[in-house]
């Protein structure tokens, strides 16, 4: 099996940790290698204990390691916090002059400081990282160099210079911690994209065209991203007044024949309540993408969790038909994106895709999203009415005919009263059941359409592991390091609602069923035992606002 | 060209008989009919309350939306769509209580929509509490002991929040001009709001 390996780089906010990493992983996938990273910051702009860290490795890659390769502490004091992470081979590079050394690792000073003032200025610390880990990885500085010049723009010269600096004195005085790696030959085109980024080109590549949102740690990269989009893709992008407005005004576009999204985290997901009720009884189809973060509350904001599972399926008052999909990478938060747009526009009901943070702001190498096309789903609308359009008319399919404004004769009331088929209010209660049977009949007409739950593994595994969302991630890098013939397979649910009853069949033949979630109360465990027949033997949960690590994993499997 | 029939429903207006939402509706439809607007570029936008419930009683494209949230659904629709005429009929609860943040932020953002306020100094379909703009010590409903606060006045705050607003107040009583002000709004070119001074027949007793 092919080695992973990590590098970390933590020091104080302010200093590029972040761009940084992102360069190091930008050099490793033009080199050919599959990247996960993942990022810990505190909510403050300067200052604090920042971490990024690559995980790479020459083949497959399913979830970020907790054990380091190589660290850097780019400022004094920074890697006392990571002993745990550090095994005997650790290469812990330290800009101070440290009085008692890590029982684990091998710590060398390294004059970071000084050598960037040298370069010119101490924000380029990050760089003369990136060509220390360049040398000792035998990465091809051609390639680094190339890869510089193109995130830097005008500063790439003083980067290139950093990088340099940091190479020749690896060679000089690090030589001893040379690694043994290949990098891979033949330069895949792959780029760096995490959640967040993949959910936006989802929605351009899904046809979406409005997106609103408030900022909201970890939903706000979504929101960057397409901002910066709407120019190029003739995109909507609304930063509205809060979540309330934000989700309204989306719901207005919605009404007008907008493929329509809006993007938030629990606190702005709790704002956006009443107009979930509302989509479901107006039948506006719209898209709600929650970045979960733990609550309650404030919380930690700019950690992870998924412990708003059962709020997103209970979103909203009343009884009305919703779908929740939980995108298990960064490659489904793209293919999630755009389905729940499809599945908004023809089933005409609020559709949600969880993700969180760990998901949302860990970058990936993924295919150029940019250029990967999906089909829509066709959606007819009425082309013309007599007067006396039912917009609510009462369909097997539950699915009624839709008409956008400036259609003649196709006149409506998109009401948040209960309402008759032409949507004037209705309280008899004749026309309130028929309604709400009409309503519910969508969730199984849409079903084809969901995301079918997938097991990973062999037939012959009798321990199976459920799972859902960003934590299918270390647990199929833990099942892909176990040694071989080990009894375990993964199941990962990717429609939280409706439940398929098919999982039943799925997990009931296993002696043993393990859940994995990312929160206190194993929610999706509570969601499946209300659903189906589900027992599982053993709930493992984590929720310290930190994403389970597949070494962390393969402990508890073992 | 409309006409006043073209634009009426099978469903007859459930206000108290006396009521002043009978002339803003009469004064929306002449000056709809009177407009070169066809029905299916118009959206109207109803928020909750006494006023919303004129949902059903006028024939366009239309939302019955949430208490509060028609302005901002109204913006939604217009960003969209800026082919269409939006307009949206709410209370002085639904504008100027619950949706007073969208209130501000379409007055910041001179969104091209047109807002008529039925302002009765009440939030009369819940049987007459006080509403933001109930004048200060009137006793109601939820304030037997008399209103503390200060009520607020629309054609005051929102010139001072963008002076290129149009804003204007008008008694639905006298007719004839509360018929000229709803089509000197719906022919402004931006952001419109017309207070239409109303009084609750059936609650309207408290204020006196």
Redesign the interface.
Known sequence: MEKVFTIKLAGPAGLGIKSGGQLLSQILIAHGFSVHDYNEYPSLVRGGHNTYQVTFTTGELFAPHHTVDLFFSITPGHWQQHLKEFTPNTLIAADEKVAAAPTTGHLESVPLKDMSIEVGTVIVTNTICVGLAAFLFHLDPEICHAQITQQFGKNAEMNIKAFDAGWVYAQKHLSAYLQSVNPPKGVANRKLVDGNEAYGWGFIQGGGNFYSAYPMTPATGALHFLAAKQQEYKLHVVHAEDEIGVASIASGAAFAGARAAVGTSGGGFALMNETISYCGVTEIGMVFYLVSRPGPATGLPTYTSQGDLLYAINSGHGEFPKIVLAPSSQLESFEFSALSLDLAAAYQLPVLVVSDKFLAESAVSLEDLSQKKVTPLSVEVVKEGDGHFKRYALTPTGVSPVALPGTKGAEFIANSYEHDEYGYSAEDSETTVAQLEKRHRKLDSAKPNLPKAVLHGSPKATKLIVCWGSVAGPVLEALRLLPAGHPYAALVVRTVWPIDPEIEALTKNYPEIITVENNQTAQLTTVLRSQINFHPTRVITKFDGRPFYPEELIKEFT | MTTIAELR???APTWCPGCDDFLLLAGLQQALAASAI????T?I?YD?GCAG?M??FV????????HG?SI??????????P??TVIVIGGDGGIYGEGL??L??AARANSDIKVFVSNNYLYSLTTGQTSPTTPKGAKTKSTPLGVTNEPLVASRFIPAINDQVWVQKVSAKNIAELNGEIKEALNHQGFALLDVDENCVSFGKQLR
């Open positions: 429903t099978p469903h066809p029905t299916e570029k959206v936008v909750i419930n949902a059903d024939h366009t494209y239309a939302v019955h939306s949430l949230r901002a659904v109204a913006m939604g629709i217009k960003l969209f769509r082919d269409l943040n969208h501000v932020a």
